[in-house]
């Protein structure tokens, strides 16, 4: 598997860029911003992007899809719950004083038990709303590798305070679906460094099995 983690744009959101290493078919997951940068190793591998995959609605996670769309050509995925959000990426650029990215169109839909393919790589999408209503993360189970998105961090999880947040529900995803991943799971946040889910389930104050109230925003939009 070649992987390679950028973070991209104000908010240092990690776009993940997947791809086979035999056939070079590639996905790339969470196109915040800087989509040169992107579309560099993009060719530094000789990969062809076959989905551009979307983890939830947040303009750092979303802006810069349509470029990378029209560079590529490959397919925008994402769940369907959050596509209201999608229409307000005039308002999400204003609360962190961006400019707005422009109309994000979606060309599938992607859920619970949907799977994301690059060549011989196969990614699982869990549902796991909570940050946002339409919030997946894609598990990799051939390389027990985890794109988390802003559900969980490592030693935090998600804002819930946001516009479709639900800190009941982000807890549910949590323990229902992530916990439910084996310990040794590398875990890639939609920002900041990596974890494991053994890591997580060891030491994230959110995890411990009985509910807390929610998380004090760290950053804007995560
Ligand atoms: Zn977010």
Known sequence: MIHEILPVGPLQCNCSIIGDESTHEAMVIDPGDEIESILALVRKHGLQVKQIVITHAHIDHVGGAMKLRAATGAPILLN???????????????????????????????????????????????????????????????????????????????????????????????????????????????HGPQTTIGEERESNPFLKGWRHTPPAPLQRLR
């Not at 004083?97 to 859920?111: M, R, S």
């Not at 995803?173 to 916990?179: A, E, I, T, V």
Request: charged share 20%; proline share 7%.
């Open 80 to 190: 369907q719950n959050d596509y209201a959000l999608l229409k307000m990426l005039d308002v999400q650029a204003a609360w962190i004083g961006a400019p707005p990215p422009g109309k994000v169109q979606i060309d599938q839909n992607i859920g619970q038990a949907d799977t994301v393919k690059a060549g011989s790589l196969t990614a699982n999408v869990i549902f796991t709303p909570g940050h946002t209503e339409g919030s997946v993360c894609l598990y990799f189970p051939a390389e027990k590798k985890l794109i988390a998105g802003d559900t969980l961090f490592a030693g935090s999880i998600g804002r819930t305070d946001l516009p479709g947040g639900s800190f009941e529900k982000i807890i549910d995803s949590l323990h229902d679906k992530l916990l439910a991943l084996p310990d040794d799971t590398l875990v890639i946040p939609g």
